[in-house]
């Protein structure tokens, strides 16, 4: 059962299973709507508890752990994972794009962690594991997200600019230059959501990070403090990341004579071979 | 030459052992029917396009020695769609000037804007005004003038007048005479019916060119 420390409510194995009671309700929803989701409702629910608990397990077990090495391969296994899915989140682009966003989420995880680590949060010691994985998770996480989104609309923006393109390329305009335009709208698109939050913080939401550490026990002004650090470092992040992967991989619609490779030009295979986790999904797909 | 293409996703030899050679000061027109490669053709002679096979010479230099921007610099593809960029006229115009490859180099004045937008019947279209207010014609038109104030070598036009109205037309065909005039070897892919300006007529059919009389 729960008990209270410091008008915090400590959650215990019978709240949890009252929490899983919740889930009912979406049961139900689901068998009186007939939306045929039962299975979905019950794989996802259980893989939120598997997969939160052996988080929490592995976490505790990394803090009482840790060492220089171990939080750096962490951050390596969860750059690699970021990369992993961003690349199946991005369609409609040329194959070939994992090691530029690899590459990309790997700088600007690893400095700005350590930056914001080091600087602002003076950490000590410097791979502290309660404040390092934290924090490297939502700078990778926001870029991940923010890169899928860039790298997906810089290709259908050159795409939707195939005329333009032949014209300034043919004008004497190199890869860079005719892309331009599009590299600029991707990293646009990057930025909105990001800007978006920061403007609704505090108005129209109380973002996550800080309603976690109100909940915890933590005093609301300095849960504003960290959440502000949060968010600027979230930005500068995105933005870094977006430059970046757009930079990095604009160049692979281009043939090398500098010549924008057209919908007509390309291998109709193109995209079908890439992702592992996309292979999985349709295999259990298939399954099901 | 040899060009490959891909139809439905298959690659297709369009065209194999085709070859050309062009003389300063001639225009040159390239007829035949769709889908016979007349694009592609354009596209490969000013580097826009890969090629399986085959050498592209500009007054004896193989283009492997030539770097491809320079190259298009001097050969110039005047696309099928005209486009025009976010700006005024004048931006457009002078839009070969704010790129890398052309840094430095004088640009035209606005008199000889003004001048050049006369000769193709766009007086009342002002530097100043807005590149979308334009009508397809004018666009064309501005395309064309854009690529002529570079004073490129070899100029090909994919069908630059198949939208336009008579007039348009005309003013094309002047914009044409007036560089060949000055040295300038045109190739023109044409739909329209002979305008008398042609000193050249070439037919690309079934993946042959031949030289047809005028």
Redesign the interface.
Known sequence: MGTMAGGVTSIGSGELVIAALLMLAVGFASYRMKLGMAKDIVASTIRLFLQLLALGFVLRWVFGNQTWWLVLLILLFMIASAAQIASTRVTKAPSGLEPAMFLSLFITGLTMTLAVTGLILRVQPWYGARVVIPIAGMILGNSMSAMAVALDRLFADMDSRV??I?????????AL?AAQPSIRSSIRAGLIPTLASMAAAGVVSIPGMMTGQILAGADPFGAAKYQIVVLLMISASTTVCNMLAVRLTYRKRF?P???FIEA???D?EEGRRRGFWRRFGKRSNSEA | MAVDVRQEGRIVTIFDGVSLRLEAGEIVDLVGPSGSGKTTLLRVLARLHSRKAGTLLLRGVSDNDIDPISWRLTVLLVPQKPVTVPGTVRDNLLLPWTLKARAGKAKPSDDELAQLLAFVKLDDVGLARDSNQLSVGQVARVALCRSFLTRPDVLLLDEVDAALDAESADAVAAVVARLARDGTACVRVRHRPPDGLATRRLRLAAGVLSEEAL
């Open positions: 005329d333009e032949l014209a300034l390329t043919a004008l004497g305009a190199t230059e043939a004579e500098g010549f007509g030009m390309r109709p």
